[in-house]
């Protein structure tokens, strides 16, 4: 995808305020997907059958947690009771502005949130909403940025209170290499970080400027480190990536950052590829997050001309193969290969709308404030090129159709480019738009 799948240049596109049809796993998907290569081409239409979204994956699947740093209790301040009350009307209320490129943010186990620069910048934003720079890692000209490349991703150790470590995402001079590397807080200041890296933890060539995937997020289920890559850039090619497990592209990894120096393979990732690798088959899991109350993983995968969908995968289910390139959301994308046997489909598909708008998803967090109690365990999620904001409910097995909420918090008209959801460490969310500002959900 280019510029419309998230990051390109931020180039601010129209905001498109259209209702979408937004279908749930319920149907077996037709083979009826567009081979065309231009990335925000064609409106597609939706299939209908019976889905799983943790339908059997090569490798195995079940038994992966509960080894890790988190040995699987999940320990949160996050409101884990059940939503209660009639649902009423919500707004925003801007938090923080200035800063940077935003492209996404995240809190580090206290009352402070961390947000991301795709020009290398870490923001620190006080509770009063003010802020600094915690680090830059652009420092030494670390930092390739263009295209969707630059500073994309941030994760806190789960013990950080005690250790200090940390962990980013991010885009090397000068080939745009994906590199994951560790840093620290300094000693002095807690506001500040150690602008020396501690040691590399993974890198891995990319052979184009989009498709770098994004998010790094702990586990709360296991503890490790989970990693999103794309699958190396264009438009429905390579078709190898997807589905090739001697390639990291196109899956979200998963290490011990405990278990060795740089880190060890934890139990229950794939055995016949990249060791690396537990989840694979993914266009580009721009963002995925974990529910701090469950462990499961909601991603985010963007599409390419037709359909966008949300993938989850409930807590210690995996490995898991989510079919892309040879599906595209429910239907078949790769007509010539149009085996789904294997695969996992999503929760959650929308369709791109006739005359080429190029949809994006954006992919969000699972609401567990207080603050909002009828809103509890709703994911939250986001379209980068509509500006579309919607809710859906996941019980395990079946997710709810997604409710547009965002005509409700448009008081003021709609955002531009939504590039990630955040919550702090009590639930509550927030929204990141690439302007630099910090937007929290309420309850009006």
């Not at 999103?228 to 196109?250: E, I, T, V, W």
């Not at 006739?354 to 379209?383: E, K, M, Q």
């Not at 709810?400 to 909420?405: E, K």
Request: net charge negative; charged share 20%; aromatic share 10%.
């Amino acid at each position: 995808m280019s510029m419309t799948s998230h990051l390109s240049s931020w180039l601010v596109l129209p905001g498109f305020v259209s209702t979408l049809a937004l279908v749930a796993a319920v149907a077996t998907p037709g083979c009826g997907g567009d081979d065309a290569i231009d990335p925000t081409g064609g409106g597609g239409s939706t299939s209908s059958g019976t889905t799983s979204a943790t339908g059997g994956g090569d490798g195995g699947q079940g038994g992966a947690g509960g080894s890790g740093a988190g040995g699987g209790d999940i320990e949160t301040a996050a409101d884990c009771t059940a939503p209660e009350g009639a649902e009423g009307s919500l707004t925003l209320t801007e938090f923080a502005t200035g800063l940077g490129v935003s492209v996404f943010a995240t809190h580090a186990g206290d009352d402070r949130l961390f947000v991301v620069s795709q020009s290398g910048e870490i923001y620190v934003v006080q509770p009063d909403g003010s802020s600094s720079v915690f680090l830059d890692v652009d420092a030494g000209d670390r930092v390739l940025t263009g295209g969707e490349r630059g500073l994309l991703g941030l994760a806190f150790h789960p013990d950080y209170a005690n250790n200090g470590r940390f962990f980013v995402h991010y885009s090397a001079n000068p080939d745009g290499r994906t590199v994951i590397e560790e840093y620290a807080v300094s000693a002095g200041d807690p506001d500040v970080a150690d602008p020396a890296p501690v040691q590399l933890i993974l890198e891995e060539p990319q052979p184009d400027t989009n498709h770098n995937g994004g998010s790094i997020e702990f586990s709360p289920f296991d503890g490790f480190l989970y990693i999103g890559l794309g699958d190396g850039g264009g438009g429905g090619d390579p078709f190898d990536n997807g589905q090739d497990k001697n390639s990291r592209l196109a899956t979200i990894l998963r290490i011990d950052v405990d278990g060795g120096v740089p880190y060890a393979i934890p139990d229950g990732n794939i055995t016949d590829g990249e060791a690396e690798i537990f989840h694979w088959g993914l266009r580009n899991p721009y963002r995925f997050s974990f529910d701090p109350c469950s462990g499961d993983i909601y991603i985010g995968d963007v599409g390419q001309n037709a359909f966008e969908e949300i993938d989850i995968a409930p807590a210690g289910t995996g490995p898991l193969n989510w079919g892309w390139p040879v599906m595209e959301g429910f239907s078949c994308y790769n007509s010539n290969n149009c085996d789904m046997n294997g695969l996992a489909l999503p929760a959650l598909e929308y369709p791109h709308p006739p005359g080429n708008d190029g949809r994006s998803v954006t992919g969000g967090v699972v609401y567990r404030g207080s603050a909002i109690p009828w809103l509890r365990g709703a994911y939250l999620f986001a379209d980068f090129v509509s500006s579309e904001i919607w809710m859906t409910r996941w019980n395990g097995t079946d997710a709810t159709p997604a409710d547009l909420i965002s005509d409700d918090l448009y008081d003021d008209g709609p955002l531009s480019n939504i590039v990630a959801f955040a919550q702090n460490r009590v639930g509550e969310v927030f929204i990141v738009t690439a302007d630099g500002t910090l937007r929290r959900i309420d309850a009006e």
